[in-house]
Nanobody, 122 residues
Framework: VQLQASGGGLVQAGGSLRLSCAASGRTLSLYSVGWFRQAPGKEREFVAYISWSGSSTIYANSVRGRFTISRDNAKETVYLQMNSLKAEDTAVYYC????????????????WGQGTLVTVSS
């Protein structure tokens, strides 16, 4: 499966953005999906996870209550709604897919999108 992340941009602190992860090649409903992010000089970190059906979601403590992950399998797309953005949310955001069950580890994901840059100004 090929993944294409989009929706990043420049936003003021307190604002919102919605990221999209569009799939092609194989049906996205076969995979669970995670969002990760990587800030300059830092390691890539887990942000959110959604199961193949959408019935199970997991969030990093740093984004819980502000970010919402969802999916529309008919549109082959996973979303990350980001509200109340903070300067520390600035990073390149990646979506990734895996065939197995829940995981917050980058090494467990076989398929990655190219990343989309989110910049939050304070």
């Amino acid at each position: 499966v090929q993944l294409q992340a989009s929706g990043g941009g420049l936003v003021q602190a307190g604002g919102s953005l919605r990221l999209s992860c569009a799939a092609s090649g194989r049906t996205l409903s076969l995979y669970s999906v995670g969002w990760f992010r990587q800030a300059p000089g830092k390691e890539r970190e887990f942000v959110a996870y959604i199961s193949w059906s959408g019935s199970s979601t997991i969030y990093a403590n740093s984004v819980r209550g502000r970010f919402t992950i969802s999916r529309d399998n008919a549109k082959e797309t996973v979303y990350l709604q980001m509200n109340s953005l903070k300067a520390e949310d600035t990073a390149v955001y990646y979506c990734a897919a895996r065939s197995g069950s829940v995981s917050m580890k980058t090494l467990d994901y076989a398929y990655w999108g190219q990343g989309t840059l989110v910049t939050v100004s304070s």
